[in-house]
């Protein structure tokens, strides 16, 4: 039986690419650039790469880049565009929980929750944050955004149901305190037209937690900050208003 979130992303890919959040590209790859010094000699690995919007535009710069997702219906986008405009990414179908590219990339991005932390459990997440760390050469680091536990907490969990989210989407939401989960009814129509009442799990962390299970997973440093769409910056100090939070972590 698949997942809600591999049900969520098969024949999805045109769609996906119209959602709002695909408008911070362009500054959220000015910012990972920024991250490496526009050393164009990095080797990139994009988790969860989706549709490739990361890649395709690290290529279009000139970077190096390998994107892996488990859905094949994303991937195939991602290779008809990089076909159409004439780059060079490899795009792979793999499972963030279970891929081995052990020491080869300087830098691993993982952004709008592409992996992590849709998994139904915490030992899923857990292994998608070790296989980044595997992939990465010593002294290498990893960008990832991520869900921010602090805004549902500060804004009452009522507060937070009753909102439902900012796409007007979802339904049914109940966040559970004991798990930081969050369970919701999701409503979509997909490439074809098919309409689709998906049950949605996803985990919320705090920065302590995030702190820990990166320190877990072999990377010596990490830093937190606030999130705010195409506009990542190393001056936003996350808040209880930054519906999520971007990680920068070095093995």
Known sequence: MKQWYEELFQDFADKYDRESFTAGTIGEVDFIER???????VLILDIGCGTGR???ELARRGYRVTGIDLSASMIE?????TLKEGLKIDFHVLDARNFNFRESFDLAIMLCEGA???MESDEMNFSILQNACNSLKPGGKQIFTTLNGLFPLFHSVKEFMEKGGDQGQL???????MTFRDHSVYELEDDHGNKKSLKCNERYYVPSEISWLLKSAGFKKSEIFGCKL???SRK???TTEDFEMLIIAEK
């Open 35 to 41: 991250e490496i010094n526009f050393n164009k000699e």
């Open 54 to 56: 990361h890649s395709l």
């Open 77 to 81: 986008k991602a290779k008809a565009l």
């Open 116 to 118: 992590f932390p849709l």
């Open 171 to 177: 339904s049914a939401i109940t966040f559970d305190l």
């Open 230 to 232: 195409g506009a990542f």
């Open 236 to 238: 936003d100090v996350l």
